[in-house]
């Protein structure tokens, strides 16, 4: 047999579908997310471990719904264009032998972002700022490829064992950076995360994940959120533009000004005040020693 008819074999018979249970063994435990469920699967013969994505049809083709015309590529389509050491490697997509679409990642073996600042784990201090520079990194990369990821909360980084490094997974929600896409009415997102233009309806740009990365760094430095919310509803988003948020600096008295400046400048309100890319806002805090952010 040759490569090709091995490839076609692995994949669902010659018909270039996955057949998971032939190929894989999951876990018994399934993560869910924005639009799918998530499994660890360990290649069988290999053992070799993997994530596995399994896509919700009804919700994608809700989301999809409103960009039908637009040839929008899918999910697993942007996430193979990525390979950057801050971002989650993706390995194949596809659809299983039973039709429902998939996407094939490396394991992650770590606990998420979310975790880490629900539980005010300490062991993460002394790694803050440099978790703050990877996110930066992954995301610069997003807008460098020509895409706006518009769900940047910290569900959706994972962290290594010892919380010194982080990637970036998820790209359910992310869109081309192009006219068509970046129309009023596309409220998707996470709502404690979401900028006041997603909310208030009007045309985004890539300064939304802008505002996104700078609640979570905000979070991750104060396992608080700016505006004290805990509600997980789109009601708690309606204070982005209302309501002050509480100044960093009252958890953090000793952060340094240059971090304190640039995260404040992510979180600014109107779009023309806001820190305009990851670019320019990973230039304002290279020089600050680990030290410093304490």
Sequence with gaps: MGFLDNLKSAFGGGKGRL???KTYLLDRHSFTGTMSKFRVATKIGTRERFGIK????EKLDYFEARFKGLNKPPEGEIAMQFAHPRIVLTHEFGQ???GQQYILMEYLDGPGLDLVIRDRNPDVI????KLIVHMAEALMEVHEKKFIHRDVCPRNFIC???LSSLKLIDFGLTLPNEPPYRMPGNRTGTPQYMAPEIVRRRETDHRLDLFAFGVTAYRLLTFEHPWGSTDMTGTAALAHDTKPMKDIREHRPNLDPRLVDAINKCLAIKVEDRMDSFKRFLAAVKRIPA???K
């Design 19 to 21: 057949d998971v249970a």
């Design 54 to 57: 399994f896509i919700d049809q």
């Design 96 to 98: 299983t032998t039973t």
């Design 126 to 129: 002394p790694h803050q700022l």
């Design 160 to 162: 290594s064992k010892d």
């Design 291 to 293: 030290a410093d952010v």
